[in-house]
């Protein structure tokens, strides 16, 4: 946390993937934060490269840093418990609805 980019943004996330990056993302913007990724177009190498390297960072700019590491930390806390895809048996984030891997929806079973 805390690397500056330029033009007064800041990294303060590093997501898993693109999906989560997006999804974290939609999350800022919602509450208007503005948000930029970095990184998303290493998810193509992901085989290749060692799974810290894929992982997709999120900016936002300074003056919104506290705002938008309590909305993460609030998502990470949140995320302690998910549910199992009854599909593939992927373990999902309790704020996905559709599993990451498969696309099944968590409605069909857990």
């Not at 007064?8 to 993302?25: G, Q, T, V």
């Not at 003056?63 to 909305?71: D, G, V």
Request: aromatic share 6%; hydrophobic share 40%; charged share 20%.
């Amino acid at each position: 946390m805390g690397k500056v980019m330029s033009d007064n943004w800041c990294k303060i996330y590093d997501a898993a993937n693109a999906l989560e990056a997006h999804s974290l993302k939609g999350m800022l913007e919602a509450q208007h934060i503005a948000v930029h990724l970095s990184g998303e177009g290493l998810g193509a190498a992901a085989g290749e490269l060692p799974t810290n390297v894929v992982e997709v960072g999120l900016w936002v700019r300074d003056c919104q840093q506290a705002s938008a590491q309590r909305l993460l930390a609030e998502y990470e806390q949140a995320d302690q418990s998910g549910w199992v895809c009854a599909g593939c048996g992927e373990q999902n984030g309790c704020q996905f609805e559709l599993c990451w891997q498969c696309g099944r929806d968590r409605g069909t079973g857990i």
